[in-house]
């Protein structure tokens, strides 16, 4: 336990703490809107009911991070690779075995429903890292065509489903490590363009997709979801209407997962907004900045891929409430309410702990930023 | 621990295995820092559209507690804090024809049946009305201003297209009581008429509007005003009544009244058919009650020294015209008994060795020639004879012909003649102790005095008796003036007023009351002047407002008449 202290990343474990207390108190405050709204005439939720119950996961989901954070990297790896290999074997069965749910196959019964997709985000990333650190034994083997056909199937099994938005932030990630692990430029720019063609495909062949993208274009109709968005995030003015207070988040659908963005900002303010903007960007820059100084090939993947997969969750989901990107039904990691979206996100910062754990004591020899800056001209000889 | 995922591959290509793997990490490296970048832009974007919609407009829309306890326009309280006029969130009833969708009928019941329901509920509603306007299918308003209650019972009927949008109504507590002073608001929230037109700023500012805003009423003088005014216009048959209670130290109005009133919960036609405010709108030719100011002038100017001396009663002949007395009141009088017997002929006497270019500054001193000093919007221009006047104007002035004021006017003027000569403007807002303005000078301290002494002198000796309220110390002076018709002045259209001041040992309210065309009835003993009818209203209004106003009755003191009594035969 003391090694895993000094050796954890204490400065993102902190900053994880802190949203995930952000995220305790925003779905106290979206908890009455969603309740009420979800209450038949047959059981009365109470208030508080998402707040007690996300409380309860985000508890179960701090266990599920510190135990995977205590894992060592070897370990980490090891259950991120079975991790993703099972979640894309149930993704497989999704189509036979899954419940529909708001027009959409993505839950799996297990007892409790949980998405398989969600699970697979982590782990997706660990598994890529691993593939692409196979051409370290042997340069010679097709890693980028391996993990690009895993990205074809992911992406095909979650397109069936249909999700849009999740097939966009794997599509993402993967593309992330594409560039990590060397590819020519010239093969990224067609990529973006290849990216921007499947984007255009999708609109015009999924009906979901295109209703989305035609309301965010064209304004949508007055009180849709993104209009109700738009009011309840401003309704509080810079300094929020205050804990409770709100009255737009009453009216606003998915008050306490999709839309949470939009309540933080009824309630506390757009200030309180620019800060989880900036916390987000903090842990990203946390572990990116980290990464320069790092030896393994593997845990620059897998770090970075991880901090992409839960910074482009985030702020695609943010980037949604504040209109600058077509609707998605996608949680705000750490801080919606979620039941196995919360595990997930927090087995994923707890692999991101694990694997960017380091002995504070073992001071490597590590060329700087500056270093690194002016090695790009220089012919980049070996140095062992 | 880097090491141990490789340690095994050794193979004979190492050293250029190494080498690429020092490059590879290298270039992962370096574009870690890329994908750090695009993050910074994408939370710059988002950080810079946070901004753009907060320092939008949009957010103007906002639902601060503060905001939601403010009312939506400002109360407005007597001097004392009683509201007068308050926000009222109300009910309207809407009919809204496509709440049922677009196809079919909009109500679920028959048109007629559910107009019967209505009325029920609002029993003053026209059924047929409602009926053919539920039968039509156009949307619209069935009826402003429901009561809570009254709209649990619509709701009870169950008709979708029955819609009951919240909307902020102006409630006014008092009913009709001080109307013209209130005003209303109207359909366009905006004030109209009163004051609540001249605060309508204030009222609907944001920031203002939480504070009431007082005026210089005070309720009770004003429903004991409106109260003694509508029995003696009821009682006399008269075509309206106008009264003012005025401070005369300060200028702040202390009930305004014009009769008949309307009600500003309701506007109606005949609403808006007696919005005309009697007191600062219309002007009429106050008659005698202009005497007590000419002799003031007089006094004023060392025209009139000796109290003793007798002038000829007799008509005036100027040109061809003649002023004459009402009846005859003796061959000679002395200034008291003019005005205790109210002498037109010895005023117009006065008048003319007082010359009309010091009559005339004097009227100018009392702003007669401008409309009333009050901040109320509807205020009446005098008929004011100009720059020359000939002698005889002058001398019909004196006894208040000729010139045509409002009754504020003559409020304010017996103002500064009764509080030691200092005139200021009349106001709607509430003064607070010592900050009333220093007012201008018009006569000297001397003349008000000796003013206080003639004024009560009328009540106890002459025409004012019937005003005469035991204890009070009331002084006045009436005027019965006939009011200009087709060719000449009507004898039997009076205006009659009387113009009173108490306590008169140290003045503190003026009144005015004033009816319009009295009739002679048995009530005031089949007379239509003024010591008949209007007269007595000041008497019976002295006691009632009195006391609230902080004047009790005491029959021991009083103005010492004691030097001016042996001259009209009364006293010792």
């Known amino acids: 336990m003391r090694i895993w202290w000094r050796e954890i990343d204490r400065v993102l474990l902190a900053l994880v703490l802190i949203l995930m207390v952000i995220g305790t108190a925003a779905v106290a405050a979206a908890s009455p809107a969603s309740a009420r709204r979800l209450s038949t005439s047959d059981t009365t939720l109470p208030d508080l009911f998402f707040y007690w119950a996300h409380l309860r996961w985000q508890l179960l989901g701090l266990a599920v991070m510190i135990g995977a954070s205590m894992l060592s990297r070897c370990a980490a790896r090891r259950l991120g690779i079975v991790l993703a290999g099972a979640m894309i074997a149930l993704l497989v069965l999704v189509p036979f075995i899954g419940t529909e749910v708001n027009g959409a196959r993505r839950w799996i019964n297990l007892g409790v429903g949980f998405q398989p997709s969600e699970f697979l985000k982590p782990a997706f990333a660990i598994a890529l890292a691993w593939i692409l650190s196979w051409q370290l034994k042997d340069r010679n083997l097709p890693v980028m065509w391996v993990i690009s056909g895993l990205m074809g199937v992911v992406g095909g099994l979650l397109m069936m489903q249909p999700n849009l938005g999740d097939t966009m932030l794997f599509a993402g990630v993967w593309f992330v490590m594409l560039l990590l692990s060397g590819v020519s430029l010239s093969l990224i720019g067609v990529l973006s363009a290849a990216g921007a063609a499947a984007l255009t495909a999708t609109y015009f062949l999924y009906d979901n997709a295109r209703h989305r993208i035609d309301d965010f274009l064209g304004g949508g109709t007055a009180f849709d979801q993104v209009d109700l968005a738009e009011r309840t995030l401003l309704a509080g003015g810079w300094t929020g209407s205050g804990f409770w207070l709100g009255v737009r988040k009453m009216n606003l659908p998915e008050a306490h997962t999709d839309y949470i963005f939009s309540v933080i900002g009824e309630e506390f303010g757009l200030i309180v907004c620019a800060i989880i903007v900036i916390l987000y960007l903090a842990i990203i820059f946390r572990v990116l900045t980290r990464l320069v100084d790092e030896e393994d090939l593997f845990t620059v993947l897998a770090a970075a891929g991880l901090a992409a997969q839960v910074g482009g969750q985030a702020f695609i989901n943010m980037l949604v409430n504040l209109q600058l990107f077509p609707s998605k039904g996608m949680t705000l990691p750490l801080v919606s309410y979620g039941g196995s979206s919360t595990i997930a996100v927090c087995l994923g910062v707890g692999l991101l702990l694990a694997i960017t754990r380091r002995n504070p004591f073992l001071r490597r020899d590590t060329p700087g930023l500056g270093a690194l800056m002016t090695r790009r001209s220089a012919s980049g000889g070996p140095r062992t | ?572």
């Open chain 2, 1 to 572: 621990m880097t090491s141990m995922t490789y340690s095994t591959a050794i193979s004979s290509g190492r050293a250029q295995l190494v080498d690429f793997r020092q490059r590879t990490l290298a270039v992962a490296r370096l574009r870690v820092l890329l994908v750090a970048a695009m993050f910074v832009v994408i939370a710059l974007a988002a950080v810079a559209r946070i901004g753009f919609l907060g320092l939008s407009d949009r957010t103007t829309r906002t639902t601060s507690l503060e905001e939601a306890l403010l009312p939506s326009r400002g109360e407005i309280t007597d001097r004392n804090g009683v509201p007068l006029a308050r926000a009222f969130p109300a009910y309207a009833l809407w009919f809204n024809p496509e709440a049922l969708g677009d196809t079919g009928s909009p109500l679920v019941q028959d048109a007629a049946s559910v107009a019967a329901q209505l009325k029920q509920i609002f029993p003053e509603m026209d059924e047929a009305d409602v009926a053919a306007r539920l039968a039509s299918g156009k949307a619209g308003y069935l009826r402003r201003r429901v009561l809570p209650e009254q709209a649990n019972k619509v709701q009870a009927l169950g008709e979708l297209a029955l819609e009951m949008p919240k909307e902020n109504d102006r409630h006014y507590p008092q009913g009709t009581m001080a109307a013209h002073v209130l005003g209303y608001v109207a359909a366009d929230g905006k004030g109209r008429v009163g004051m609540e037109q001249v605060l309508d700023d204030q009222l609907s500012d944001p920031a203002r509007r939480a504070t009431p805003s007082a005026l210089s009423i005070d309720m009770r003088a004003q429903g004991a005003l409106e109260d003694e005014l509508r029995r003696g216009m009821l009682s006399t048959n008269a075509m309206g009544a106008a009264g003012i209670v005025l401070d005369v130290d300060t200028g702040e109005v202390l009930a305004l009244a014009s009769l008949p009133e309307f009600d500003p919960n309701r506007i109606d036609a005949d609403g808006e058919k007696y919005m005309f405010n009697r007191v600062t709108n219309q002007v009429y030719e106050l008659g005698s009650t202009f005497k007590p100011l000419t002799v003031a002038a007089a006094i004023d100017a060392g025209v009139v020294r000796d109290f003793g001396k007798r002038y000829n009663a007799h008509p005036v002949k100027v040109g061809r015209f003649s002023l004459k007395d009402s009846h005859f009141l003796g061959d000679t009088l002395n200034v008291p008994e003019t005005l205790i017997h109210s002498s037109n002929t010895v005023t117009a006497r006065i008048a003319d060795e007082l010359g009309p270019e010091r009559m005339r500054r004097v009227m100018m001193d009392l702003g007669m020639n401008d409309r009333p000093a009050i901040e109320l919007p509807a205020r009446g221009f005098p008929i004011w004879p100009g720059e020359k006047w000939p002698r005889l104007r002058n001398m019909t002035v004196s006894y208040g012909h000729g010139i045509a004021v409002t009754p504020l006017h003559l409020a304010s003027a017996y103002a500064a003649m009764v509080n030691g000569g200092i005139f200021r403007p009349a106001t709607m807002h509430r003064i607070k102790p010592g900050e009333a303005p220093r007012g201008t000078r018009v006569f000297k301290s001397s003349t008000s005095s000796r003013m206080r002494q003639l004024l009560r002198m009328i009540a106890v000796y002459g025409t004012g008796r019937n005003a005469d309220a035991p204890g009070f110390r009331v002084g006045g002076k009436t005027g019965s003036a006939e009011k200009p018709g087709a060719g000449g002045y009507r004898r039997s259209s009076l205006v009659s007023t009387f113009a009173a001041a108490f306590p008169m040992d140290r003045p503190r309210y003026v009144i005015i009351a004033m009816l319009d065309e009295p009739k002679g009835t048995t009530a005031s003993s089949f007379q239509r002047t003024a010591a008949w009818n209007a007269a007595p209203i000041v008497g019976r209004l002295v006691p009632r407002i009195g006391p609230i106003l902080g004047v009790r009755p005491d029959d021991t003191r009083d103005v010492d008449m004691s030097d001016l009594e042996p001259l009209v035969g009364g006293g010792a």
